[in-house]
Structure formats: structure tokens, C-alpha cells
């Protein structure tokens, strides 16, 4: 991976809220930020790591974000959707001294990780850069790293781990120190190209490479290099990993959302089919309702038989039969009394009503 030591881009074009370098667009402007650790104050809150205000690097004025000193140092932006990146800068917190062994700040960088995530688990996502090579001498107090992928979230983080020898020239803790970050790249999903106007070639691909247009993503409901193929018949969604419902047909459920367009099979409802009936209903479109079975909650919401006994007075697998004349009782095993009109002798408790 290429990494460009950099103090000032040779095009730099501001228009409206947006910064266009070399035809890309730092989408992480005034996007919401986060920091592990926060100092109490607004003085460094996370978010003036993206209020585009790089002209000064030190750790007062509200222009930078900076975090007490830990073992550990977290600090991302939130893209808001996922988009196409090229390449990320950071501007380290100088405090407009010197920059290099003689500034105290320079050990704190020292180690650090950058990635791109969909998620702010930076283990999920990619690594675009991990310093294993800097020194007090070399480090650059602007740092650029190319970083063709696609995400949500770039993640600055930094450590000191315990048991882990680290060089000496490295702090014995962490923060964030960040004055800017940047990041370039598409302002929308599905483009490529340095002018950011073109469509991904591939017509079902949400994400492709940023120089390339090489497919990096596909949209729900496609697979495949060039996702030219839909899923496979009872999965649907991003990377075809969602199983589909209780389809009446399966081969009907959308290979894009899951939803079942010829209605459910029976015992299920809701568009995804996914949701059983409620209690007492089955069948399809759960329009029938439950016998009397002991326990309501263990009527099959698929055919109604009762997975339980039938309460008192009824018999049969739907429960919905009431006990032969004469007879009452659990299972109709209890023999009625001399009722002066059996017909009127209750089929659940014997009572000569």
C-alpha cells in the first residue's frame, strides 16, 4: 500500500461545504466524530478533528481533538453511508512548534492504525495502515495513506499494550492528537472515477474500486464477480446470506428484501413471512382460530392441532370436538349423572344444568 508524506496538496479547490483534491471529495467533513476517552471540555472535542479548520495545529482554540493519555486511543468518523474511498490525511496536533524529536507530542503517534469499517469495529474492517517504520525523525506531521476501499467509519487507533516491548523512542501511553482527517473519495454510492461521475460498470454493484470501477461490493440480491447472478432461491439480501421466511412459494420470495409475494405459508405472517401467528390463530393468513386446547400457547400455528391435551370437555386433535352426550370431563373419560335431560348435562364439568 502506498504511502504519500505530504505538508500541502498541489490542487485544492474549495466549493461550497465540500474540499475537491485531485477530483475527490472529502466526504468526512463535518460528519459526526467520536473519541475514546474525551476530555471534558469542547476545547478538544472529537468532532474538530472534521470542521475543516487546519491552519493551526495547536491543542487550544477548538481546532483539534485530543484524548487523556491511555494505554489504548480510538477516534472515528462517521461517513453516514457507506462510500468510496481513495485516500485519507491526517493532520497531527504540533501545537505549531517544531516538529520531531524536539516536540513532546511526536512519541504519542508513534504506532498508529488507520481503517476503513462499516461498522466501529475496527477489526471487521480493512487495515489501510499500520506505522511499524516511523521514527521521531521521520514521522510526517501531515500524513497521507491511499486506501481504495469502501466503508462508513475511518478509524484513527493507537496502543500501549502491557507485556508488548515497545521502541523507545514510542510513549509509555496513547491519545488521539488529531488537528484534521480527511477523507477522499466518491460523495455518493455506486461512482468512480478522479471526477467522481461515473456509475460502477457492473449494473448490480453498490461499491467498486474508486480508480478501477472493479466491483468491490454487490447491491442485496446479487452475487457473483460482476454481480451477474441473483441469489440462490431462498436467500436474499447483502451477500445472499439472509434466509428467506415461510414463503407460500419460495421460489417467490424477493431475492432483494425477502418479501414473500405470493403471501405466506400457512402458520406465518408479516411480509417476510418470519413472524408466527399470533396465540389462538393458525393457518393461513392465521385466520383460523385455536380449539380448546389446555394450554393456548402450545396450539401449532401452522394447523391448529394442540400439542398439549384438550381442556376439559373436548376431544380430537383440533380440540374443538365436545365430548359425546353423557360424557364430560378430561379426554370425555367421566361418566354424566341422571340429568333429567342428558342433553343438558355439561360436557366439561358434568353439571345437570
Request: aromatic share 10%; charged share 20%; net charge negative.
Amino acid at each position: 500500500m502506498s504511502v504519500l508524506v505530504t505538508k500541502m496538496y498541489t490542487v485544492c479547490v474549495c466549493v461550497g461545504v465540500f474540499v475537491f483534491v485531485n477530483g475527490y471529495v472529502n466526504v468526512a467533513y463535518n460528519k459526526p466524530a467520536y473519541q475514546q476517552y474525551p476530555k471534558k471540555n469542547d476545547t478538544y472535542d472529537a468532532s474538530n478533528a472534521v470542521n475543516g479548520r487546519k491552519s493551526d495545529l495547536s491543542g487550544w482554540g477548538g481546532k483539534c481533538a485530543a484524548s487523556y493519555g491511555k494505554n489504548n486511543a480510538t477516534w472515528w468518523v462517521n461517513l453516514t453511508t457507506i462510500h468510496s474511498i481513495h485516500h485519507i490525511t491526517i493532520y497531527f496536533r504540533t501545537d505549531n512548534v517544531p516538529w520531531g524529536p524536539s516536540n513532546l507530542l511526536t512519541k504519542y503517534i508513534l504506532g498508529f492504525s488507520v481503517y476503513v469499517s462499516n461498522t466501529t469495529d475496527r477489526l471487521q474492517g480493512t487495515l489501510c495502515y499500520k506505522d511499524d517504520n516511523f521514527t521521531l525523525d521521520t514521522i510526517p506531521a501531515v500524513f497521507t495513506t491511499t486506501c481504495p476501499v469502501h466503508g462508513q467509519y475511518v478509524i484513527y487507533y493507537n496502543e500501549r499494550l502491557l507485556g508488548i516491548t515497545y521502541p523507545y523512542e514510542y510513549s509509555d501511553s496513547v491519545d488521539s492528537d488529531l488537528c484534521e482527517v480527511e477523507v477522499y473519495g466518491c460523495p455518493v454510492t455506486g461512482c468512480y472515477g478522479s471526477n467522481n461521475t461515473l456509475p460502477c460498470p457492473d449494473v448490480n454493484c453498490q461499491y467498486c474500486h474508486i480508480e478501477t470501477g472493479t466491483c468491490q461490493g454487490c447491491k442485496p440480491g446479487y452475487k457473483g464477480h460482476r454481480c451477474e447472478l441473483a441469489c440462490d432461491k431462498g436467500l436474499f439480501g447483502s451477500e445472499c446470506k439472509d434466509t428467506c421466511g415461510h414463503c407460500r412459494d419460495v421460489k417467490q420470495c424477493s431475492n432483494i428484501n425477502g418479501t414473500c409475494l405470493t403471501g405466506c405459508d400457512a402458520g406465518y405472517q408479516g411480509g417476510l413471512c418470519k413472524t408466527p401467528c399470533d396465540k389462538g390463530l393458525y393457518s393461513l393468513e392465521c385466520k383460523d382460530t385455536c380449539g380448546h386446547c389446555r394450554d393456548v400457547k402450545q396450539c401449532s400455528n401452522i394447523n391448529g392441532t394442540c400439542l398439549t391435551e384438550c381442556d376439559a370437555g373436548y376431544l380430537g386433535c383440533l380440540c374443538k370436538t365436545p365430548c359425546d352426550r353423557g360424557l364430560y370431563g378430561s379426554e370425555c373419560n367421566e361418566i354424566g349423572g341422571h340429568c333429567r335431560d342428558v342433553k343438558q348435562c355439561s360436557n366439561i364439568n358434568g353439571t345437570c344444568t
